[in-house]
């Protein structure tokens, strides 16, 4: 199909910027659309009761008709997390390497399977026409095997995404990321480059992963008890060099956590988990029978999450294994921003047991999986973009990014900083900013998707802060309208009602004085005197408490 040259490639980004987590990514260009990932966020401590967090799609749903297809650059949760409730809303075909597919299915699997017509595995290198695109997947290096970047050659040039990625020269599978298809592309042209920019205020570069290795195998000499490592379940990097040297120094070892257990059996049967000898793994019931110095236990919970598997071991509330005086505890990951708090109670617990705890500021136990500033310099210089628009990142890493690009000569003209729905338009020779698009947030919270909004979440921080008053009273139905019962007042959250005689007897009062004078209009407008009550109780009770309770009345006619 022949496509006119006026128009022009649009690039929304409808997750993942100016932010970390929840990505996804849009292309569009006339009548053809592709989407790159579909993550999810985990709530911070405002989002109240809050499970994920997933982008709001409701711009691809209006033009599902045009979408091509999604394409997943690796298995993290924050690439992958969202594809079970955003896949069913638009049935369009799936695209992705090996394992990273077999995790996405892994958590379809859980909620609603996908038909398998319309998943689509590939390897770096293979050509994919979908619509006015010809995408082609190119290797890199991140933290999690089988992670790649995407080259979309459009009718107005070549855009290029990094995906998540460092530059690890000795990685533990033996992939090197391909620099040579970065640099060739870079030689023919390339239009823009959205490039990870997480770690863009980190001078230097990244340490290889293989570094973790030979530090976990010098912790495991040390270990007296059982060992219990928590890390991102994603990791399998990781996870192979920690069951390498478990195996080395006659250790077995034990997969606990639903996360973790899922990626583990989807690695080892896709192989890219390989098992030093056949009996190395053991199940969490035949820990009892295994003495503590003869155990590795690899486990969820890095982050601090109060139902993951290391933090019940922490508290004793886990039913097969707690930790002990004289384990040791490695924590081979760094807090995302928002869950210090939460690692930072887990490691107390562990202390206060009498564990060793090991972190990242004790030993090199854990690297990050992005590109610090040099290692972006050398992408930057390899693709030699027209344009840059830094991705993957909050604000602030994404103006980091912009200053690594000022340093190579770019001009503020020629890098978009963008925003959840921002449409940056490009055209051989221009990139501009078009009109935004609907973006933000959907909530999930338990089965529910989307049915909690800002003004429930407002209402939730209101009850966390200040409680409940419920104001209970019986009127008649008839004129002349008189108080039947009550008032009567019941607090949760707000007071101890035994306690607060005087408090609970002036409220009475002042809800008496209220429903007194709205009583004695010819007409009752429930929703006026409920409003009245609301107004006059909270006014006594800020003037009482300088609190601000959530108030119900529940008005009874008979």
Request: charged residues 25%; glycine residues 10%; negative net charge.
């Amino acid at each position: 199909m022949l496509y006119p040259k006026t128009s022009k490639l649009s690039v929304i980004p409808l997750g993942g910027t100016g932010e970390i987590g929840k990505n996804l990514l849009v292309f569009e260009y006339e009548d053809s659309i592709v989407v790159i990932d579909g993550g999810v966020k985990f709530p911070d401590e405002e989002l109240l009761g809050i499970d994920l967090v997933i982008p709001d799609i409701s711009y691809l749903e209006k033009n599902r008709e045009r979408i091509k297809g999604i394409f997943i650059t690796h298995g993290h949760e924050d690439h992958i997390g969202g594809l079970p409730f955003i896949l069913p809303k638009l049935n369009v075909p799936i695209y992705g390497t090996k394992l990273t597919l077999g995790l996405v299915q892994v958590k379809l699997q859980e909620r609603t399977p996908y038909p398998e017509s319309l998943v689509h595995i590939i390897e770096p290198g293979e050509r994919i026409q979908a619509g006015a695109f010809e995408i082609e997947a190119f290797r890199v290096t991140h933290s999690i095997p089988d992670a790649v970047g995407y080259s979309l050659l459009t009718p107005v040039g070549r855009v290029v995404y990094t995906g998540d990625f460092k530059v690890d020269y000795t990685p533990i599978d033996g992939q090197n990321m391909d620099l040579g298809k970065l640099a060739a592309w870079g030689e023919e042209g390339i239009l823009a480059l959205l490039c990870d920019s997480t770690n863009a205020e980190r001078p230097g570069v990244t340490m290889s992963e293989m570094a973790v290795g030979k530090t976990l195998r010098e912790w495991f000499e040390r270990a007296e008890g059982k060992i219990i490592m928590a890390s991102f379940a994603s990791n399998v990097h990781r996870i192979q060099q920690a069951i390498n040297a478990a195996a080395d120094i006659g250790r077995k070892v034990c997969v606990v956590g639903r996360s973790m257990e899922n990626v583990v059996r989807t690695a080892i049967e896709l192989g890219y988990l390989k098992l030093p000898n056949e009996d190395i793994l053991v199940e969490s019931s035949e820990v009892g029978n295994i003495p503590p110095k003869q155990l590795l236990v690899l486990t969820t919970g890095s982050q601090g999450e109060p139902l993951a598997a290391l933090t019940r071991m922490a508290t004793s509330s886990h039913r097969q294994i707690n930790v002990l005086v004289g384990d040791m505890v490695i924590i081979a990951a760094t807090p995302i921003p928002g869950n210090e708090k939460l690692v930072g109670k887990t490691i107390n617990h562990l202390y206060q047991i009498g564990a060793e705890v090991v972190t990242k500021e004790m030993g090199q136990v854990h690297v990050s999986g992005h590109a610090n500033q040099e290692e972006i310099k050398l992408v930057i210089r390899l693709a030699r973009p027209r344009f840059l628009i830094p991705h993957h990142g909050e604000i602030r890493h994404q103006a980091a990014l912009r200053r690594i690009g000022h340093t190579l000569g770019y001009s503020d003209q020629d890098i978009a900083l963008t925003q959840l729905g921002s449409r940056v338009e490009l055209t051989p020779d221009r990139m501009e900013f078009g009109e935004r698009v609907e973006a933000g947030s959907v909530y999930i919270d338990g089965l529910g998707v989307g049915d909690v909004g800002h003004i429930v979440l407002r209402d939730r921080q209101q009850l966390a802060q200040d409680g409940v008053v419920v104001v209970i009273a019986a009127l008649s139905k008839t004129k002349p309208y008189r108080l039947l019962s009550g008032p009567d007042i019941i607090s949760r959250g707000f007071t101890f009602m035994k306690e607060a005689g005087e408090l609970v007897d002036g409220a009475k009062k002042v809800v008496g004085s209220t429903l007194e004078i709205q009583l004695k209009k010819d007409q009752i407008e429930w929703s006026v005197l409920k409003s009245a009550l609301r107004e006059s109780l909270n006014n006594y009770l800020w003037e009482k408490t300088r609190r601000r309770p959530m108030i119900l009345p529940v008005l009874l006619q008979y």
